[in-house]
Nanobody, 125 residues
Framework: QVQFVESGGDLVQPGGSLRLTCSAS????????IGWFRQAPGKEREGVSC????????YYAESVKGRFTVSKDNAKNTVYLQMNSLKTEDTGVYYC??????????????????WGQGTQVTVSS
């Protein structure tokens, strides 16, 4: 049974940092790309980052480039999202999901499956 459990969300002040963890089970990370998404209240879900399985390439939304870093540990079947220089607009529930395109990172959220329950990130002073 494929499952994701996200954790690490918290209340943090602007300029602060958090590291989110996405623990996967039921499949091997080394064959599948994993995406991170977020959804703010009243807004649509948006893609934040993705890490491919083929060569470990990473992709970021323009709004988080230079501040967020995605990484993974295949041995632990875990993906991380390091978030630095957090802004109030980063507030939302963060989710991870598995690509439907195998090792590749698709652009659209409908090309991902097995969404976790999410972890809340609140950036506020």
């Amino acid at each position: 049974q494929v499952q994701f459990v996200e954790s690490g969300g918290d209340l943090v002040q602007p300029g602060g940092s958090l590291r989110l963890t996405c623990s996967a089970s039921g499949f091997a990370l080394d064959h599948h790309a994993i995406g991170w998404f977020r959804q703010a209240p009243g807004k649509e879900r948006e893609g934040v980052s993705c890490i491919s399985a083929s060569d470990g390439s990473s992709y970021y939304a323009e709004s988080v480039k230079g501040r967020f870093t995605v990484s993974k540990d295949n041995a632990k079947n875990t993906v991380y999202l390091q978030m630095n220089s957090l802004k109030t607009e980063d507030t939302g529930v963060y989710y991870c999901a598995k690509s439907l395109l195998g090792s590749l990172c698709p652009s659209n959220s409908y090309e991902y499956e097995y969404w976790g329950q999410g972890t809340q990130v609140t950036v506020s002073s």
